[in-house]
DNA sequence: GCTGGCACTCTGGGCGGAGGAGTGCCAGCC
DNA sequence: GGCTGGCACTCCTCCGCCCAGAGTGCCAGC
């Protein structure tokens, strides 16, 4: 743990404060004011540069002012007070558009990607609930003209997923309805999670051992449940951070562009985060390389059984109150939105 | 129609395709040059000249070349040869990722825009097809514990939409049963885009008039399928523009950006795309104001009797030729790839 | 431990001039 | 009539320059 003497976490942050808000570094003269440190700009001179020698500040150029460095933030966001008010009105806001249970989930995971994105200026990224944490509810085949049936997944929780499978001559729609039974029956109540292939493998031997297509529905049985169905994912709100000046040079933003357009690295991204508590991973902490000029402020919700996960993303230079508070209020409505409707 | 001579011709073409290499103005001399044109430049400066005066060109400033305005490109990309080869090796590799019958036909979407956006370096936009032209082929109400049930519409070409909705009390899951195999009787074949309101109230009537939460399974059902589900939008590559000289300032990309997340707009472009052949929007010719620096360059495809549509999206100053021969493509890969597997 | 003073450094913006690209027009030629 | 070379003109862009300003580090003194 760093250690600070109370006039230098009252300049770290200033700095960090001033500088978020202006984008421009700091001199020891406008930290001082702003601090309202009634001490001369020479003391606090002394002080930004001894903190420079911890790590936590830097400047572009010899005459320039102090910015933070990643450390930096990093001592400013553990010393953020934990909890923050949000004003009632966005909360009412916030609520009554997530609460609607008219809603299909896919939309609820818009909407509070687009809120978050909108109450807070910068990305936002949404991962709807995976599929792993759920229990298997039924499936369903469902004969389809000639040689065609409908595989439906549904869990307890109502998520489906659903593909079309090509069936080989003489089987009969009770053979489906058959199958269906059986599977939905053995499999019922399993974690999606926990399905391995050999259990797939028993089941469906037990099920019916007579049919040659049942490698196809185990073929595609597997591939949905048990080898991690990718959660569906939104971004909103990128544009936002093309505003920002650290983004301003062409090639900053395509590379941030990229880094949000690889939906399998921002899943693994969202999959780290614990299930309780707002977590921030800021600039170089972040192991994704092309999200080396942002942080992240992360949040897992529940749904039911299920787990998602909804982030802001920012550049490093961000307003951490502010995102912390989106984040964790959003999760919170999130959660208690899935919890009273799916 | 525009009439021009042969010089003229060759001019404007020359003038857009060095202009859309280099994003420069193109002055007389050089076009000469690359049209192999073996007249003095004086000549070509009064060609370039009237050209002017119809509207086909202007020039930024008194002494730069010439760039072309939006009518300029309308008439290049009318004259444009119709069929343009695509290398032997890109069709295959196309053929070979969408052909894939493994795949979800989620996956099949974002492919084709990964694709699109990776040929032409632009942005493209893609829309899956919608429920509209489809035929219902099944509705299945399952029973989901205690007083909720999933219901899951199912077209006959195996797209889902699926939702869990409340029961009251003392429905047993053999009226579910009942319920769904009436209304899928009552329904299959119809066209999704056919159905009105009074059709599933004729229709819910007759399956079944003692249920007070039939209001429950008809507004969804509504919701779902005559209020047209929006299609399914998948953008990819928009990162590419911002390398374009037209975007490099951040408010211009801004407003791109902001237009490229408005999917609702976005739908409502691409569902006018007639169902044959490509369409093309240039600039000012685009309905959306936010999209008046970009052009657009679309095609239908098909799914069975659904209908998808697939778009590039680049500045006007674009590569029309590379464009439409990707797009034709890609929509007629498509268009077989549904056929074949879904 | 704090302060004012001072020399130093580096950036960013404004200015002016040179260079160059390209135009329009015109008189002459085929 | 259409094409040409010549010419004057316009306007942008780049470059070097300088200066003001902001902020620093250090030091001697209280």
Redesign the pocket.
Known sequence: MMKLDARRRILLRTVVEEHVRTAE?V????AALRGRL??????I??A??SM?ELGLLT?P??????IPTDRGYRVYVDMLPKADPLSSSARQKIRRRLGDPAEEPGDVVNDAARMLAGMTGYASVVAAPGLQEQMFGSLHLVPLGEQRALAVIATDSGALQGHSIELPEGVAPDDLEHLSRAITHRLQGSRVGDLTHQRLEQVLGEACHHHRWLEEVKAWLWRNLAQGIRPQIRVAGARHLLAEPEFKSPDRATRLFEALEDESALVGMLAAVPDEGVWILIGEENPHEQLRACSLVMSAYRAGDRRGTIAILGPTRMRYRRAVTAVRFVAESLSEAMRSSA
Chains 1, 2 share one sequence.
């Open positions: 570094p001199g020891s003269e406008h009634r001490v001369s700009p020479a003391t001179r002394s930004l540069a420079e400047h150029h010899t005459s320039a002012g102090r």
